[in-house]
């Protein structure tokens, strides 16, 4: 569903809340973009980093550089935890020798994991008996191409805080591609830290009214008729208590934003579920440090 995954970048670059007091200016950041296709994979690269600094600035850059070293060095693996190459080992601030290196690592993983695959998929058709000359030369023909977008970029800054998604479409070769990463990623500007706890933990339970009316406005905006009372029948997940997204909640102008990813609450046919609980709805249950950098 890779509408889907434009239209949630799209509503997750919003401005957000301006804190109270003066603090770093905008971060300086660079753009890096690319793209190429052999037989059986196609890939894209599309990275912001904040341009190598001193202070804060640094620190969100090692962090995303983090993020892109774990993504790419396990693309097409199968969920494997097993590195397909190894981090990179260069000056980390040489920009382009570090993008070079991630592209082409990657480039080179997935197009061998794709060949493999292929190779794979041709014996099987090969060894079966029960296809005429002409269907097996229809599904050697047809056999798709794995495809890789790989997503790291900034959706939303003010003063005190700066907001990054990591949000990669990947396919496979089978029925559907589907949606990976470690989705939003929220930074101190302050101290260069990665922001995760935005609410109290053990106040699930209290604010489930909230995320049921949340998930409700979600379902009501593709056509669904569902109300509070019904909510579950539309949900997979395994208990009553809607539990928190296994992404990281992000901050945006409106209030606290929920973002599930495919399969984690619904049907792949549902997309990815989110909403936005205002910050009056959920000021009793921010923890200090979201406070702080909220400015509430």
Request: glycine share 8%; net charge negative.
């Amino acid at each position: 569903m890779k509408l889907t995954r434009k239209l949630l970048l799209a509503g997750l670059a919003v401005a957000a809340a301006v804190a109270c007091q003066p603090t770093p200016a905008e971060l300086k950041m660079e753009t890096f973009e690319r793209a190429d296709s052999t037989d059986h994979v196609h890939m894209s690269f599309n990275a912001e980093l904040p341009v190598p600094s001193k202070g804060p600035a640094s620190l969100i850059r090692a962090k995303l550089i983090e993020v892109m070293d774990d993504q790419l060095s396990h693309v097409g693996s199968f969920g494997d935890d097993v590195r397909l190459f190894p981090a990179f080992e260069g000056y980390s601030n040489d920009s382009k020798a570090l993008i070079d290196y991630y592209w082409n690592q990657s480039m080179e993983a997935f197009g061998e994991a794709a060949e493999e695959d292929y190779a794979e998929r041709v014996a099987s058709v090969d060894e079966n008996d029960g296809l005429t000359e002409e269907d097996r030369n229809f599904i050697l023909f047809s056999m798709p191409k794995w495809e890789y977008d790989f997503s790291l970029i900034k959706t939303d800054e003010t003063d005190r805080y700066v907001v990054f998604v990591s949000e990669d479409y990947t396919y496979l070769g089978g029925a559907h591609g589907g949606i990976v990463g470690h989705g939003p990623l929220t930074f101190d500007k302050k101290t260069g830290e990665l922001v995760e706890n935005f609410l109290d933990p053990g106040c699930l339970k209290e604010i489930q009214p909230l995320i049921k009316k949340g998930l409700v406005e979600y379902f009501s905006d593709y056509g669904e008729e569902i109300s509070l009372e019904n909510i579950g029948e539309i949900l997979i997940t395994d208990s009553e208590t809607i539990p928190f997204p296994a992404w990281a909640l992000f901050p945006s102008e409106n209030g606290l934003g929920f973002l599930y990813q495919q399969y984690e609450i619904a049907s792949y046919s549902a997309g990815m579920p989110g909403f936005t609980l205002s910050y009056d709805d959920i000021l009793p249950y921010l923890t200090p440090e979201a406070k702080s950098i909220l400015g509430l």
